[in-house]
């Protein structure tokens, strides 16, 4: 059974930065992240190939980069400028064999917590 282990989140003020990492059990085709804010839908935020491909949630696009470590099987999310409107729970995502767009992966990381406030 694959497992994503998530690291990081936590509390930061709008215009800050913050950085997550997720490092799954064994190697996996595509990696990254989605996020749900109380009352809303689930949304992509970004997904990274074992090839480099790269997409990117509308919301984020220019703000959070990801980044991806194939052989520690490691995806980093770096979160900048953040916004009130970034708060959310914040899950790793995964799958072996497809590129992840809106439809998630296969996998679940256990979520973690990103709070953007005064």
């Known amino acids: 059974q694959v497992q994503l282990v998530e690291s990081g989140g936590g509390v930061v003020q709008p215009g800050g930065s913050l950085r997550l990492s997720c490092v799954a059990s064994?190697?996996?085709?595509?990696m990254g992240w989605f996020r749900q804010a109380p009352g809303k839908q689930r949304e992509l935020v970004a997904t990274?190939?074992?090839?480099?491909?790269?997409n990117y949630g509308n919301a984020v696009h220019g703000r959070f980069t990801i980044s991806r470590d194939n052989a520690q099987n490691t995806v980093v999310l770096q979160m900048n400028d953040l916004k009130p409107e970034d708060t959310a729970v914040y899950y790793c995502?995964?799958?072996?064999?497809?590129?992840?767009?809106?439809?998630?992966?296969?996998?679940w990381g256990q979520g973690t917590q990103v709070t953007v406030s005064s």
């Open positions: 990274v190939t074992s090839g480099g491909s790269k």
């Open positions: 995502n995964a799958d072996q064999y497809r590129a992840i767009a809106h439809i998630p992966g296969d996998y």
């Open positions: 064994e190697s996996l085709y595509t």
